[in-house]
Antibody, heavy 118, light 110 residues
Framework: EVQLVQSGAEVKKPGESLRISCKGS????????ISWVRQMPGKGLEWMGR????????NYSPSFQGHVTISADKSISTAYLQWSSLKASDTAMYYC???????????WGQGTLVTVSS | SSELTQDPAVSVALGQTVRITCQGD??????ASWYQQKPGQAPVLVIY???NRPSGIPDRFSGSSSGNTASLTITGAQAEDEADYYC?????????????FGTGTKVTVL
């Protein structure tokens, strides 16, 4: 079974750093991209960026460029999303998804809730 | 970046047909994919490519495209189809490796 399993919920203070993870199983991790998607409370889906785990090439939505970093460790089939200095506005659910080269996302991880509050 | 616009909400009587639309310039060049999201759950792919359904998605879901508009049709809507639906496509305005989601449509089954 193809699965993406994300790390657990996080509660952080403004200014703190954070890295969340997404571990793939049941398929060749380097044969598909991984994308990250943000969903703020009560809002829609926003594509943040994607990584090719085979060579760690990334591209980001202009809305997120410079605010987050996407990385991957293909040796352990895991992708990461990290922040160096969190803001309250980063409070959201974050999903990873296997990203087909042809353009669709399937399956999705279960989501990681990030709460940033002082 | 380009935008994909959806109607905020639509309703459909049980067993009837509903069409959800997604408009944007990028759809003139790229197919949309469609995602169903129920409350408290991760999104699920329901349509991709020209009109393809992943394994496990009922055949009452279908997709089509014309000009700058992509459509998701649910023929014979069921109570379990009540959910938010999002389209997605490549961004045609800048970096074509970028993607964008539609604004989302809440479907209510009456």
């Amino acid at each position: 079974e193809v699965q993406l399993v994300q790390s657990g919920a996080e509660v952080k203070k403004p200014g703190e750093s954070l890295r969340i993870s997404c571990k793939g199983s049941g398929y060749s991790f380097t044969s598909y991209w991984i994308s990250w998607v943000r969903q703020m409370p009560g809002k829609g889906l926003e594509w943040m960026g994607r990584i090719d785990p085979s060579d760690s090439y990334t591209n980001y939505s202009p809305s997120f460029q410079g605010h987050v970093t996407i990385s991957a460790d293909k040796s352990i089939s895991t992708a990461y999303l990290q922040w160096s200095s969190l803001k309250a506005s980063d409070t959201a659910m974050y999903y990873c998804a296997r990203h087909y080269l042809e353009g669709w996302f399937d399956p999705w991880g279960q989501g990681t809730l990030v709460t940033v509050s002082s | 970046s380009s935008e994909l616009t959806q109607d905020p909400a639509v309703s459909v009587a049980l067993g009837q047909t509903v069409r959800i639309t997604c408009q944007g310039d990028s759809l003139r060049s790229y197919y949309a994919s469609w995602y169903q999201q129920k409350p408290g759950q991760a999104p699920v792919l329901v349509i991709y490519g020209k009109n393809n359904r992943p394994s496990g998605i009922p055949d009452r879901f279908s997709g089509s495209s014309s000009g700058n508009t992509a459509s998701l049709t649910i023929t014979g809507a069921q109570a379990e189809d009540e959910a938010d639906y999002y389209c997605n496509s490549r961004d045609s305005s800048g970096n074509h490796f970028n993607y964008v989601f539609g604004t989302g449509t809440k479907v209510t089954v009456l």
